[in-house]
């Protein structure tokens, strides 16, 4: 991996749901992963995507800066931004040095040397905490729940603030049960400022038949806000904010 250079799906100027404020959204190109539920299969082939030189992207984010205000910033999503760590590594003191808030939007599959550069440089990971049963998670995502454990762990052990998100899923993950223990970790991870429940929606599924890709998920209805808003009620018992 180069460090002057990334792989990125694409740039969003003005996001608001990718963490606090106004921000620049880097959506990363490659992904380890393969979610079930997953809204961004573009971002999947390492080799997709475009080249864009460190200097370009600076003056990317930079444009953005005057949208920021006093809790926006720049976030790095995608695919899997912990792929391209080396990059980031070498990328994000620039971003400090202009005083920009940087948080990293990932699902915790990737641990090295790299990453714990990477996290150190930002100011805020959301980690995407898919499922909090074991058996789900290997099935939905590939992946071994473990590994976002193990994460969290990690986070926990460098203070490093970080917002745990969930996409509910109808019939998967959007019961009392998994939803309290998705709450129950701010008990045990002081690290956690906030959980975030984020609606399951199929906005996607234009993609995966440009793509030529099934949508495992393509039979299950979407989340309501009133799916969110009846689950959200259970925060209160854990001491986290609805
Ligand atoms: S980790 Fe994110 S980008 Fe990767 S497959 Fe899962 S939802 Fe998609």
Redesign the pocket.
């Known amino acids: 991996m180069n460090i002057n250079h990334c792989r990125i799906s694409s740039f969003q100027s003005l996001g608001t749901v990718d963490g606090p404020g106004v921000r620049a959204v880097v959506f990363m190109q490659g992904?380890?992963?393969?979610?079930s539920?997953?809204?961004?299969?573009e971002?999947?082939d390492i080799n997709g995507g475009s080249l864009i030189n460190s200097e370009e992207l600076f003056h990317k984010i930079l444009r953005c800066k005057s949208y920021f205000g006093s809790k926006g910033g720049v976030t790095f999503s995608?695919?899997?931004p912990l792929l391209q760590s080396e990059f980031l590594a070498s990328f994000l003191p620039a971003l400090k040095e202009e005083d920009i808030h940087v948080a990293i939007d990932?699902?915790g599959?990737i641990l090295n040397d790299k990453a714990k550069e990477v996290i150190a440089l930002s100011d805020l990971i959301l980690l995407?905490y898919?499922y909090t049963d074991p058996k789900a998670y290997k099935e939905y995502?590939g992946m071994d729940l473990s590994k976002a454990d193990e994460f969290l762990s990690y986070l926990n052990s460098v203070n490093k603030p970080t917002w745990l998100r969930q996409v509910i899923i109808p019939t998967i993950n959007d019961s009392k049960e998994s939803v309290s223990t998705l709450y129950s970790l701010k008990e045990k991870y002081a690290c956690i400022e906030k959980i975030e429940l984020l609606p399951f929606r199929k906005l996607c599924i234009e993609k995966y038949h440009a793509l030529n890709i099934d949508f495992p998920f393509k039979d299950i209805r979407e989340a309501t806000k009133d799916d969110i808003d009846s689950l959200k009620k259970i925060a209160s018992f854990y001491g986290c904010a609805p």
Do not use: A, F, Y
């Open positions: 992904c380890p992963l393969r979610c539920c997953c809204h961004n299969p971002t999947w995608g695919g899997e990932t699902s599959c995407d898919k995502t």
